[in-house]
């Protein structure tokens, strides 16, 4: 099985950072896309950011030039450095990573138990 920890919310003040981490572990054979969603009080789940298997890497237009997706492939981990943050990136924060197990044969997506962020202006 698939195992996602994640760490690294908390509370900030406005113009803050944060850096969230998203460790896999189990039976893995490969991550292909790894990304970060959000989910504000009353509002729906929203992409954030997602990286590639290489490294090619997506935005969210609300956190362009703030927020930076990173992945260490060696760990089975996948980081959001989050800076100049605002209230309104005040949300529980979850990672999403398409795993393939060992015993195969599809990648299967995953979701971190999710880590609250609280920025205060």
């Known amino acids: 099985q698939v195992q996602l920890v994640e760490s690294g919310g908390g509370l900030v003040q406005a113009g803050g950072s944060l850096r969230l981490s998203c460790a896999a572990s189990?039976?893995?054979?490969?991550?292909?896309?790894m990304g970060w969603y959000r989910q504000a009080p009353g509002k729906q789940r929203e992409l954030v950011a997602t990286?590639?298997?290489?490294?090619?890497?997506n935005y969210a237009d609300s956190v362009k030039g703030r927020f930076t997706i990173s992945r260490d492939n060696a760990k089975n981990t996948v980081y959001l450095q989050m800076n100049s943050l605002k209230p309104e990136d005040t949300a529980v924060y979850y990672c999403?990573?398409?795993?393939?197990?060992?015993?195969?044969?599809?990648?299967?997506?995953?979701w971190g138990q999710g880590t609250q962020v609280t920025v205060s202006s």
């Open positions: 189990g039976s893995i054979f490969n991550i292909n896309a």
């Open positions: 999403n990573l398409e795993v393939l197990q060992v015993a195969g044969p599809r990648y299967h997506n995953y």
């Open positions: 990286i590639t298997f290489v490294g090619s890497t």
